[in-house]
C-alpha cells in the first residue's frame, strides 16, 4: 500500500512532494534527469496574465547557503500557456498541475482565476499574493492583511478549484494574515515565499541584483520557514503547503512534524536534480522503519 | 538530446599560471553527447555553496574518454575546484545548453576569443578546422591567459595583447577588421568579454558575415527552469543555459 498518498485540500496526490513555483520551469525541464510524474504535483512557473519580461540582470547571486533571485515573474502570459505550454505538458504529464497565479490588481487576479477555472487538467491555484520581486500586486498584496483576505474572497468566488494561497515571510504577523485568508474562502496555505534580501558587490560598489532586492531561498532560511510552519499551524485550520530550504528527506519530515500536510522542493533541486526523487524515496523507507499507516501520521506532531 | 548527472574522477587539475586552470576528468555519460560551445554545471563540495558553476567544455578527448574544461578562479566555487586533485571525485551536470554551429563545410572561419573566451574554442577550432579554413584570433590580459594555447596547439593562431607583451599590440577587433581586409571570411564565432564581442559582431554585420556568440550569465539551474539567465532578444527572451550560450549574434547584439 502506498503509505506516501496525500489529499492535499481536495488534490489527491501520490506522495506529498511538489516542486515549488519559480524552480522547476514549465514541468519539464528536470525531465532527464527523472520522470516528473513520480512528483505529487507540479507547481509551474508563475504566471500572469499578460507575458513579463521579468526583471532587469543580474537576476541571481549566490550567498552562503541560499541564492537570491529577482527573476520578476517572467512568463509567456495566459494565451500562450493556454495554447502551448498545456498541450505540451498534457503529453507527458499526468501528474497534478498546480498553477501559481499572480496579478497586478485584484482584478487582474479574478480574470486570471476565471481562465484558469475552465482548464479542467490544472487541479489547483496556488494564488501567489507574496512574490517580492514585482512593484505591483505580489508581496505588497500579501503584506496588507485588507486587501490578502479581498483578493482571497474575490478569487474564491470564481472558482471551485482547491485554492492554495502562498504568504509572504516579509510581515510581522503572519498567523494572523493566514486566519484572514482562511477566513476568506482559501482551502489551504503555502508557505513560505522567498525572504527579502540583497547582496552588495563592493568591487562594482553596487548592488549584484539588478533590481536591487531579490528574494532569499535555500538551505539557509529553513529555520524561519519552520517556525512560520509551526506558527501558522496553530493559527489555522486548513492544510499547509511548506517550503522555504528543503534539502533532504529529514527536512521534510521536520516540516511536516511542524505541520505541513504536503511540501515542496525549491532551490535545492538546482544543487541536486534528483532530490525529488530521494526525498520520495526517504520518506517511504521512514514510514517503513517508523512503522507508520501514512505519513499524514506525523504532520502537526510537534503540537499534539 | 539527454542530459546527465555523473560522477566523475579527475585525471589532472594544474594551473596554468596566475588563476587559470586546466581540469582533465574521465567521463562516460556525459562524453558521448556533449559538444563544442556547451557547457556542464560542476557540483561544488562545500555544503554552503548551493549553486553548481557552469564551465564551458574545452576539449572533448573521446578515445581516452577525458573531458577537458578550462577555467579561471573568480569567486568561492572555483577557488575550490582548483584545490581538488587527481583521484578526486566530483559531480557534474551535462551537457547542457546549445553549442556553436558545427556541421559546416567549404568556408573560411574567423574564431576569436577573449580571456577566458578562449575556455571553448579548442572543440571547436578541431571540429570545424576538418572540412573548413580556421584563422584563430586569441586576446587576453596577461601571460598566462595564452598559456592554454600550449594546449590547443593551432598553427593558424594568432596572438595579440593589449599592451604587445605577447604577440602583436593590438586588441582582437583590430586583428579581426586587419585579416578581413585580406581575406573574404564567411564565418565568425567569438567567446569572450561582452564588450569584445559586441564589436566583432558589429564588424560581422557591418561585413554581412555570419557570426556566432558565446554568451555569459549568472545561472541557477543550467536547464532553463529558474530563468535567471534571461536575456532579451529579436525572438523574445531566451535562457542563456537552455537556449544559448551561443546565439546568433544577429538575435542578441543591435
Redesign the interface.
Given at each position: 500500500m502506498n503509505k506516501l498518498k496525500t489529499n492535499f485540500c481536495g488534490i489527491d496526490m501520490k506522495n506529498p512532494i511538489m516542486t515549488a513555483s519559480?524552480?522547476?520551469?514549465w514541468g519539464k525541464?528536470?525531465s532527464?534527469?527523472f520522470d516528473p510524474n513520480v512528483l505529487g504535483a507540479i507547481v509551474l512557473?508563475g504566471l500572469t496574465l499578460e507575458p513579463r519580461?521579468?526583471n532587469p540582470?543580474?537576476?541571481?547571486?549566490?550567498t552562503?547557503?541560499?541564492?537570491l533571485?529577482s527573476?520578476g515573474l517572467?512568463n509567456p502570459g495566459f494565451e500562450h500557456f493556454k495554447n502551448i505550454t498545456m498541450k505540451e505538458l498534457e503529453e507527458d504529464i499526468s501528474t497534478n498541475l498546480i498553477v501559481n497565479l499572480n496579478g497586478k490588481t485584484i482584478e487582474e487576479y479574478v480574470e486570471l482565476t476565471e481562465k484558469i477555472d475552465k482548464i479542467d487538467r490544472i487541479a489547483g491555484i496556488e494564488l501567489n499574493i507574496s512574490c517580492p520581486n514585482v512593484k505591483d500586486g505580489g508581496m505588497a498584496f500579501g503584506a496588507n492583511p485588507k486587501i490578502a483576505a479581498e483578493v482571497t474572497r474575490k478569487v474564491r468566488e470564481v472558482t471551485k478549484k482547491p485554492l492554495i494561497v502562498k504568504l509572504s515571510p516579509n510581515v510581522t504577523d503572519i498567523s494572523y494574515i493566514a486566519k484572514l485568508v482562511e477566513d476568506n474562502g482559501a482551502d489551504a496555505i503555502a508557505i513560505i515565499n522567498t525572504l527579502l534580501g540583497m547582496a552588495i558587490d563592493i568591487e562594482k560598489k553596487k548592488p549584484v541584483l539588478g533590481n536591487i532586492f531579490g528574494g532569499f531561498s535555500?538551505?539557509a532560511v529553513k529555520p524561519v520557514a519552520l517556525r512560520i510552519v509551526y506558527q501558522v499551524y496553530k493559527a489555522v485550520n486548513i492544510p499547509i503547503l511548506g517550503m522555504g530550504g528543503i534539502s533532504s528527506t529529514k527536512d521534510a519530515i521536520e516540516f511536516m512534524m511542524a505541520g505541513a500536510s504536503a511540501v515542496s522542493l525549491g532551490?535545492?533541486?538546482?544543487?541536486?536534480?534528483?532530490l525529488p526523487v530521494e526525498v520520495i524515496e526517504g520518506l517511504n523507507k521512514y514510514c517503513k522503519e517508523e512503522k507508520l499507516k501514512n505519513i499524514s501520521d506525523i504532520v502537526g506532531i510537534l503540537h499534539k | 538530446m539527454a542530459a546527465f548527472l555523473e560522477d566523475v574522477k579527475i585525471i589532472e587539475n594544474i594551473c596554468l599560471g596566475s588563476r587559470y586552470y586546466l581540469l582533465k576528468v574521465k567521463s562516460e555519460k556525459i562524453i558521448k553527447e556533449i559538444k563544442a560551445g556547451q557547457f556542464c554545471m560542476i557540483k561544488p563540495l562545500d555544503n554552503a555553496l548551493i549553486l553548481r558553476r557552469p564551465i564551458s567544455i574545452h576539449n572533448i578527448d573521446k578515445e581516452n574518454g577525458v573531458l577537458e574544461f578550462y577555467y579561471e578562479t573568480v569567486g568561492k566555487g572555483t577557488k575550490e575546484l582548483s584545490t581538488l586533485k587527481a583521484g578526486d571525485i566530483i559531480n557534474i551536470q551535462g551537457p547542457l545548453g546549445e553549442g556553436f554551429s558545427i556541421n559546416i563545410k567549404d568556408k573560411k572561419i574567423a574564431i576569436i576569443g577573449g580571456g577566458m573566451g578562449i575556455a571553448p574554442l579548442k572543440e571547436l577550432i578541431k571540429q570545424v578546422n576538418k572540412e573548413n579554413k580556421v584563422v584563430f584570433i586569441a586576446g587576453g590580459r596577461d601571460k598566462y591567459a595564452f598559456e592554454i594555447l600550449k594546449n590547443i596547439n593551432f598553427k593558424n593562431t594568432i596572438v595579440v595583447s593589449d599592451d604587445g607583451s605577447i604577440g602583436e599590440k593590438k586588441n582582437t577587433v583590430e586583428k579581426l577588421k586587419e585579416i578581413l581586409e585580406k581575406e573574404n571570411i564567411n564565418m565568425i564565432f567569438t567567446c569572450g568579454p561582452h564588450i569584445m564581442m559586441e564589436k566583432v559582431a558589429e564588424v560581422a554585420h557591418k561585413n554581412n558575415i555570419y557570426c556566432e556568440v558565446s554568451l555569459e550569465e549568472r545561472m541557477g539551474c543550467g536547464t532553463g527552469a529558474c530563468m535567471g539567465c534571461s536575456i532579451e532578444t529579436t525572438k523574445g527572451m531566451k535562457k542563456v543555459c537552455k537556449d544559448g550560450p551561443v546565439f546568433n549574434s544577429k538575435e542578441v547584439i543591435k
Open positions: 519559480g524552480t522547476f520551469g525541464e528536470y532527464d534527469y512557473k519580461k521579468g540582470g543580474t537576476r541571481i547571486a549566490e552562503p547557503s541560499g541564492m533571485n527573476i517572467e535555500g538551505p532551490t535545492s533541486i538546482f544543487t541536486n536534480p534528483l | -
